[in-house]
């Protein structure tokens, strides 16, 4: 081996190692970013739903090239059973049962239609401000997103983010009623 093919895969050798190194370090500090505070992308549908639902009639501030999904033909393609499963992760604050009791939230039994923050339970002025009733397509904003929904609002729950999976969620509440109230 000449002296200058020795030098150049010493070179080579030593770039492959500096390349690593960087990547390494860069890597490294790709794993520190701080989380957003805020989901980078709204839920598919929310931006519709929260401009027709909201009260005041403020609009929500809808991207142009987010995809609007209207609630009712997500209602059509979803399976309460399934949105039984969903509600599993509303149980441990809320009771679902006819006369159920008020637990970290309000008895949901009939929420379907129903008026916003009404009765007993001390709801926030965050959700008694909304006013209006728990129609689908507000029901279908405040789920996937909460806090955006009802800033300060007292439910911390993040929210459920795939369309399919809450649209059997309030599919599966409309249920819960002695009179269930017509599908939109
Ligand atoms: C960590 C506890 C917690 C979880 C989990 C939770 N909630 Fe809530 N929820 C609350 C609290 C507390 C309130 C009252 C909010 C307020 O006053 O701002 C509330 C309010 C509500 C309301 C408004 C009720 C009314 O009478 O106006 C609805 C609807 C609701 N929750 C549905 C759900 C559903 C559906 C789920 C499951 C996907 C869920 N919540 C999960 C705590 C929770």
């Known amino acids: 081996?000449?002296?200058?093919?020795?030098?150049?895969i010493a070179g080579a050798i030593l770039l492959t190692l500096i390349v690593i190194k960087v990547a390494d370090i860069a890597g490294g500090a790709m794993g520190h970013v701080a989380p957003?505070?805020?989901?980078?992308?709204?839920?598919?549908?929310?931006?519709?739903?929260?401009?027709?639902?909201?009260?005041?009639?403020?609009?929500?501030?809808?991207?142009?090239?987010?995809?609007?999904?209207?609630?009712?033909?997500l209602l059509a393609a979803a399976s309460a059973d399934k949105g039984k499963s969903v509600a599993n992760k509303c149980t441990t604050c809320h009771d679902l049962s006819k006369g159920g009791k008020a637990k970290l939230g309000p008895a949901l039994w009939g929420i379907v239609g129903a008026k916003i923050a009404d009765g007993s339970f001390r709801f926030s002025d965050a959700?008694?401000?909304?006013q209006g009733k728990w129609d689908f397509a507000a029901l279908n904003a405040f789920l996937a997103d909460p806090k955006g929904y009802a800033p300060g609002t007292k439910m911390v729950f993040a929210g459920i983010k795939n369309d399919g999976d809450r649209a059997a969620l309030i599919l599966y509440l409309r249920s819960l009623a002695d009179n269930p109230v017509p599908l939109p």
């Open 1 to 8: 081996m000449s002296s200058m093919e020795f030098n150049r």
């Open 36 to 73: 957003l505070a805020k989901p980078a992308f709204a839920p598919t549908g929310l931006a519709q739903a929260s401009a027709e639902a909201k009260p005041d009639g403020t609009k929500a501030d809808a991207k142009a090239d987010a995809k609007p999904v209207a609630i009712g033909p």
């Open 127 to 130: 959700l008694k401000k909304l």
